[in-house]
Nanobody
Framework: QVQLADSGGGSVQAGGSLKLSCAASGYTSSFYCMGWIRQAPGKEREPVATIDSGGITYYADSVKGRFTISKDNAKNTLSLQMNSLKPEDTAMYYC???????WGCGPHRPVSMYGVRGQGTQVTVSS
């Protein structure tokens, strides 16, 4: 099974930027849906941004205009550029992927329907 290794988290001040990266042990082109999911302390996991095999992207309202998701099938990587970070962006971020098309690739896909997930990378934004 393809494994995902996410990295790039860290601690930044509000207004700063970070770029998360996710390296797949196999072909990212084989996945129908890839994305980033985050979980803040005491909160449920939520999809932040997703990209499907056709390159169509989805962003949560809270990150629109600030985050950009991209995928490089030649390098088998997924990235999340995060700009203008806010304290409320503080969370553990997970790279996630799935082969199935049944749920689409966006806000209606339950986070439990991502069959492959990275180990997570912590993002902390201080005010």
């Amino acid at each position: 099974q393809v494994q995902l290794a996410d990295s790039g988290g860290g601690s930044v001040q509000a207004g700063g930027s970070l770029k998360l990266s996710c390296a797949a042990s196999g072909y990212t082109s084989s996945f129908y849906c890839m994305g980033w999911i985050r979980q803040a302390p005491g909160k449920e996991r939520e999809p932040v941004a997703t990209i499907d095999s056709g390159g169509i992207t989805y962003y949560a309202d809270s990150v629109k205009g600030r985050f950009t998701i991209s995928k490089d099938n030649a390098k088998n990587t997924l990235s999340l550029q995060m700009n203008s970070l806010k304290p409320e962006d503080t969370a553990m971020y997970y790279c996630a992927a799935d082969y199935g098309r049944g749920w689409g690739c966006g806000p209606h896909r339950p986070v439990s329907m991502y069959g492959v997930r990275g180990q997570g990378t912590q993002v902390t934004v201080s005010s």
